[in-house]
């Protein structure tokens, strides 16, 4: 799913038991293998939050590919911000209290 920041999964929709966070810069190479690495997985009760780290290849493009309602993804605001910033900005969206 697509989210903008400023929107907020259903507050009626249960909290997963895992929030992934997964900030993404230009990992076109990769990105494919590690969402197969996180949906392969036995445990289905997470969600995954990505976060664009203002890549300029086709990391979001792949991403987007993948159906599944556990993966909110973050539109691209084109900046680069740093992975310390992006974690903190997962930390934020998680639904995980």
Do not use: F
Request: proline share 5%.
């Amino acid at each position: 799913m697509l989210y903008t920041e400023s929107e907020s999964v259903a507050s009626n929709s249960p909290s997963p038991l895992i929030t992934i966070g997964l900030p993404v810069h230009n990992a076109a190479n990769c990105v494919a293998d590690a969402l197969r690495s996180i949906l392969a997985q036995t445990l289905t009760d997470w969600e995954l939050v990505v976060v664009d780290d203002g890549s300029t290849d086709a990391s979001l493009e792949i991403i987007g590919k993948v159906r599944d309602q556990r993966i909110l993804l973050l539109p691209q605001d084109g900046q680069r911000r740093g992975l310390a910033a992006r974690l903190n900005q997962i930390t934020r969206l998680a639904r995980r209290p």
